[in-house]
């Protein structure tokens, strides 16, 4: 596991969610996370309902650092960063993608 920064919130802006594969990558993310654990990812859904319009649960960097909220319980963790880990893969897929066809 990578290292993990834990904060108290976490306002949508930046990377990544202004790069321009998030919502493929975010999507992909999400499909991956719900084959693996079905459960988890029900109770992932429930908590991001739950948090404020416009904060996050958690981020990455472009280097694979996880930054997760405060507000997501500890046992819960898990699976926000199995899910930023999993965007990150695929963004970085993505964007070599795209520079492929150009």
């Given amino acids: 596991m990578a290292k993990i ?5 976490i306002i949508r802006k930046g990377f ?3 790069d321009k594969n998030y919502k493929e990558a975010h999507a ?3 499909r991956v996370e719900k084959k693996k654990n079905p459960r988890e990812y029900r109770e992932m859904k429930k908590l ?8 996050l649960m958690g981020t990455h ?7 997760e909220s405060k507000k997501v319980p500890k046992r819960d963790r898990k699976g926000v960063y199995t899910h930023e880990i999993e ?3 695929a963004s970085k897929r993505l964007e070599k993608d795209h520079r492929k066809k150009r």
């Fill in 16 to 18: 990544p969610t202004n």
């Fill in 48 to 55: 991001d309902k739950k948090l404020p319009q416009g904060e």
């Fill in 87 to 89: 965007e990150n893969k």
């Fill in 61 to 67: 960097t472009k280097s694979g650092k996880v930054t």
């Fill in 28 to 30: 992909e993310a999400d």
């Fill in 5 to 9: 920064k834990i904060v108290s919130k």
